[in-house]
């Protein structure tokens, strides 16, 4: 070896080596010159996340969950999500679908490991609630379900002075009226809505706009944002449906909710039809059964076409709840104006609906009669806008506000969550109203709303630099990574299940959480794994200063590319050369 720079010289034969061997260091020549090629360290976008309507960084909260950094973890949720307790519970988790490690022992557990760190930090690590006085401009908010509270929070943490106007007695919407406690504990719920309420948000209970809160009243507020939610069920709209002993979803959900289960004592021994597919019907099928009740589902499609969460089916179906398929009903059957049965008709799938699924057929002939006690309809919610009457700022379009597709905003008021977006998710209300907030922000600050992302797309409160790339499982380098399973879920015992309403999943243990985490291919996102530094053959990689990151010296680099073909996560990429590039 010789020091860099100097010139090797050989003054005999004999000092020539017998074989083709480098005598010197291998920066002894600058040879960024051959190179046409530049790697470049660019962190790109995890399928989990950019398929998460709330925004969640995943890959960051779950290596850091993998690290044991609990805390740390639940902040990063909450940059975007104030309700991770919340969501790790009820989410229907696209994230999972999209997770890479479903093409190599199976998906992430990402909505129970969300579970995980926002119940150990919440209740074990009782993180201080930020009192604050807020003394930015006042904002007022219609409606407290996840679209207005997620709002509501991150107005608060840019300094508004937040007031929720909310109909019912308790604040949560459809988190609190909506789904049953044996999913969603109200305990749960309720310490992440103080959490909200330690900002400085005001949440006034009883108020209903249209009723007594006017559009008058809401005058001295610099913006409103409207998000009511859908509060009332679709109709069936066939005879008898209005007869006693129809109960629609969202009506029994509510008095279970509001009132417990002494109001429904009445369905303990009988006959119970659920009319519906979706998570409501699900709800309600299968809190029925815990009060006592013989329950059927009757949905007019097939199994694979039900739109209700694929677990909450199996649980279900595990409760002993049966499940009619291609049946829809015609008439509901009717003794003195009480209940005494439907008729249904046979359904056979033909071409797709606006839907993107099978259109259910009636068979002609294929009319049956089931005798029930109790009918309750799921097929749908709509909005009560009639707050609405009398005023002509907001239009209404096929059933919703009419808002900027990708603002939320109507000429000087805001609305999200199903009334203006209808995408039916807790998980998408929350991401809705945090896209309100972002546009309110703008607004407030006679910014202009442009450049946000369409309602299709999530965005961010907190953005780090990252790519519009998302990382797919042909773009990782596998020989880094095991196959490995996810650990299967954990539920309360089944007769337990089916008598009481206990919280029927449980969670992971800390050693489990972070066995799960440890899974995590950390798509697109550089975790200094060393792999790039360890591989180049020039030398021309090494450790930033502040030890986090790497810098290339393209004096050195020939752009060979082993660093990008080594990375296992595809957080760096090979970019042509420029001559400009060259030139620096």
Request: glycine share 10%.
């Amino acid at each position: 070896m010789v020091e860099k720079g100097k010139i090797i010289t050989f003054r005999s034969f004999e000092e020539v080596p017998p074989l083709p061997v480098s005598l010197a260091d291998t920066l002894y020549n600058k040879t960024g010159g051959w190179r046409y090629l530049r790697p470049v360290y660019e962190d790109k976008r995890a399928p989990c996340s950019f398929n998460c309507p709330s925004g969640e960084d995943i890959p960051v909260y779950l290596g850091l969950i993998s690290q044991g950094r609990f805390f740390e973890a639940w902040e990063v949720i909450r940059f975007e999500n104030p309700f991770p307790a919340v969501t790790g519970r009820v989410c229907p988790h696209p994230c999972e679908k999209e997770c890479n490690r479903n093409h190599y022992g199976g998906a992430l557990s990402i909505h129970r490991l969300e579970r995980f760190v926002a119940d150990i930090v919440e209740t074990e690590l009782r993180p201080a609630k930020p009192l604050t006085k807020p003394e930015g401009p006042k904002v007022a908010i219609i409606g407290s379900g996840p679209a207005g509270l997620s709002c509501a929070y991150h107005l608060a943490r840019k300094g508004y002075k937040v007031t929720v106007f909310e109909a019912l007695p308790e604040p949560g919407g459809i988190m609190r009226y909506g789904i049953p406690d044996y999913r969603l504990p109200k305990e749960v719920l309720m310490r992440e809505i103080a959490f909200i309420e330690a900002l400085g948000v005001e949440i006034r209970t009883g108020m209903k706009l249209g009723g007594n809160l006017s559009w008058g009243d809401l005058r001295d507020y610099a913006a409103i944002f409207l998000a009511v939610g859908f509060s009332r069920n679709r109709a069936l709209e066939i005879p008898g449906e209005d007869a006693e002993g129809v109960i629609p979803a969202l009506e029994f959900l509510k008095t279970l909710n509001l009132e417990g289960t002494s109001k429904l004592k009445g369905l303990a021994g009988k006959k119970v039809a659920v009319i519906g597919g979706g998570n409501s019907a699900m709800d309600a099928a299968r809190s029925a059964i815990r009060l006592g009740a013989d329950v059927t589902i009757y949905y007019r499609r097939t199994r694979d076409e039900m739109p209700a969460i694929l677990a909450e089916i199996e649980e279900a179906e595990e409760e002993g709840i049966r499940m009619e398929f291609l049946t829809a009903p015609v008439e509901v059957i009717t003794q003195n104006g009480r209940v005494k049965g439907v008729r249904f008709i046979r359904m056979h799938l033909g071409e797709p609906d606006a839907s993107g699924r099978p259109r259910p057929v009636p068979i002609p002939g294929s009319e049956y009669t089931v005798e029930l006690d109790y009918v309750i309809p799921a097929v749908g919610q709509e909005p009560d806008l009639s707050f609405l009457d009398g005023f002509d700022e907001l239009k209404v379009e096929r059933g919703r506000i009419k808002v900027d597709s990708s603002t939320l905003a109507a000429p000087r008021i805001f609305a999200g969550g199903d009334i203006a977006t209808g995408f039916g998710t807790v998980t998408h209300a929350i991401g809705s109203g945090k896209r309100a907030a972002l546009a309110i922000d703008r607004f407030l600050r006679g910014e202009a709303l442009t450049g946000f992302p369409p309602l299709e797309r999530n965005v961010y409160a907190v953005l780090r630099p990252i790519s519009e790339t998302v990382v797919r499982f042909e773009d990782l380098n596998l020989a880094y990574y095991r196959w490995e399973e996810p650990l299967p879920p954990k539920h309360i015992p089944l007769d337990k299940r089916r008598s009481s309403f206990e919280e029927v999943n449980l969670g992971f243990t800390v050693e489990e959480a972070i066995k799960e985490a440890k899974r995590c291919f950390v798509c697109g996102t550089c975790v200094m794994c060393d792999n790039c530094l360890i591989f180049c053959p020039d030398r021309a990689i090494s450790r930033k200063e502040n030890g986090f990151g790497y810098v290339i010296d393209y004096d050195y680099c020939k752009g060979c590319g082993v660093c990008v073909s080594e990375c296992p996560r595809n957080a760096l990429s090979l970019r042509e050369e420029t001559s400009v590039q060259r030139g620096n």
